[in-house]
């Protein structure tokens, strides 16, 4: 059974301020990761792709990796409003299969 | 990314009866996949949906319940079979892109009285 675990929240944070949300998953052999964002009554979005242990930065987005520990996080720098949303983490194991957390819902609060 | 559409977008159905939802990519895909959200879930893999083989269905769901279809390379079908409340939920397609990427179509949100 593959495990993807991620703290529900919600995890309020002031707009402007540094989000990080966390994730730990039990497959060693987890070789991709994913970050989704999914608004509200809306479908998954992909944001974020790493592949590699250490960090990846996509304009406010960081994602790091450190398979060793088998934890991968999500940064959102200057957080909005618009940023409120849930974010899945999702590990791929090969074959573009993935298992998605349960997510992490984001509150900015302007 | 490729522009995936689906149909219905929503529906309200009595149970013992059956919805199919399509799902449309503007572009030639390999690889199709059905999920379902239940109400304040995570995704669950229904299937993988490959052109010109069976789909491959995950522990818990079967081909009797939830049929699927893979004409061609642009399209997919999915029957929710013989319903009952416990179906209702959100049924997404989505299709691989590269690097293991995954990209989502809008959603069927689907009731079941």
């Known amino acids: 059974q593959k495990e993807v675990e991620q703290n529900s929240g919600p995890l309020s944070v002031p707009e402007g301020a540094i989000a990080s949300l966390n994730c730990t998953y039990s497959?060693?052999?987890?070789?991709?990761f994913f970050w989704y964002r999914q608004y509200s009554g809306k479908s998954p979005e992909l944001i974020m792709s790493?592949?590699?242990?250490g960090d990846k930065e996509d304009g406010r987005f960081t994602a790091q990796l450190n398979k060793a520990s088998q934890y991968v996080s999500l940064l959102i720098r200057d957080s909005q409003p618009s940023d409120s949303a849930t974010y899945l983490c999702?590990?791929?194991?090969?074959?573009?299969?993935?298992?998605f957390g349960t997510g992490t819902k984001l509150q900015v609060i302007p | 990314s490729a522009v995936i559409s689906q149909k219905p977008s929503r529906d309200i159905c009595q149970r013992g009866t059956s919805l199919t939802i399509q799902c449309q990519v503007d572009s030639q895909v390999t690889m199709m996949f059905w999920y379902r959200q239940q109400p304040g879930q995570s995704l669950t893999l229904i299937a993988t949906?490959?052109?010109?083989?069976?789909?491959?269905?995950e522990s818990g769901f079967v081909i009797d319940k939830f049929p699927i279809s893979r004409p061609n390379l642009t399209f997919s079908t999915l029957t929710v079979s013989n319903m009952s409340p416990e179906d209702s939920s959100i049924y997404l397609c989505s299709v691989g892109g590269q690097e293991e990427t995954q990209y989502f179509g809008p959603g069927t949100r689907l009731l079941v009285l």
């Open positions: 999702a590990p791929s194991w090969g074959y573009q299969k993935v298992t």
């Open positions: 949906a490959n052109q010109g083989s069976e789909a491959t269905y």
């Open positions: 790493i592949y590699s242990n």
């Open positions: 497959d060693r052999g987890s070789q991709s």
